[in-house]
């Protein structure tokens, strides 16, 4: 399973960093994916790693907005931005995504609220 | 805008058939068998329901079924029952950097 960590409120121009800890399965050798829900733009897939060597992907949207990283050790992937904008509101999940030559978000995180306001 | 284009909602009533579309193009859907579907209920996380447009993950319902033809793929739910009502989101592989996009999500109502 996927246990992300809780919602987050902060400040426009501030830094976050949020986490998706796999259990129950070899976390190194499955990609992980953060998606973004937006009642705009609804589901929206930004970025995947694979932690077993960190080969990242990401989606030309949010390219340079955010970093994906994991660590081995503790079977957890996060998701970072560095100055956030109130247009990156909204609910962050995490999920196991099969790659080549499938292609699907298998299990999924309970999801992490992000609320950026002034 | 989402890149594949689904009906913002569909309703049927308990027993009954639905179908919900997901059009894309000839570059997406049209030229991958790489279609999934998800059920989302309100305040809960997607779940997985059709995986490379046919194929059910174990644990889910034979009432729900998958199939595509050219840029449309299609979700089908058989014999509707009330825990069904849900919003679904179709995904498809794309190809390129974008990898996958999802459609903009149907809301079904069970009457």
């Known amino acids: 399973q996927l246990v992300q960590s809780g919602a987050e409120v902060k400040k426009p121009g501030e830094s976050l960093k949020i986490s998706c800890k796999g259990s129950?399965?070899?976390?190194?050798?499955?990609?992980i994916a953060w998606v973004r829900q937006t009642p705009g733009k609804g589901l929206e897939w930004m970025a995947s790693?694979?932690?077993?060597?960190?080969?990242?992907r990401y989606s030309p949207s949010f390219q340079g907005q955010v970093t994906i990283s994991a660590d081995k050790s503790t079977s957890t992937a996060y998701l970072q931005w560095h100055s956030l904008k109130a247009s990156d509101t909204g609910m962050f999940y995490c999920?196991?995504?099969?790659?080549?030559?499938?292609?699907?978000?298998?299990?999924w995180g309970q999801g992490t609220l992000v609320t950026v306001s002034s | 805008q989402s890149a594949l284009t689904q009906p913002a909602s569909v309703s049927g009533s308990p027993g009954q058939s639905v179908t919900i579309s997901c059009t894309g193009t000839?570059?997406?859907?049209?030229?991958?068998?790489?279609v999934s579907w998800y059920q989302q209920h309100p305040g809960k996380a997607p779940k997985l329901m059709i995986f490379?447009?046919?194929k059910r993950p174990s644990g889910v319902s034979s009432r729900f079924s998958g199939s595509k033809s050219g840029n449309t793929a299609s979700l089908t739910i058989s014999g509707l029952q009330p825990e069904d009502e849900a919003d679904y989101y179709c995904?498809?592989?794309?190809?390129?950097?974008?990898?996958?996009?999802f459609g903009g999500g149907t809301r079904l109502t069970v009457l």
């Open positions: 999920a196991i995504l099969w790659m080549a030559p499938n292609y699907y978000f298998d299990v």
């Open positions: 129950g399965y070899n976390f190194p050798n499955f990609w």
């Open positions: 790693i694979f932690p077993d060597n960190s080969q990242t």
């Open positions: 000839s570059t997406d859907v049209g030229s991958y068998s790489l």
């Open positions: 490379m447009v046919t």
């Open positions: 995904c498809s592989y794309v190809g390129g950097t974008t990898i996958v996009a």
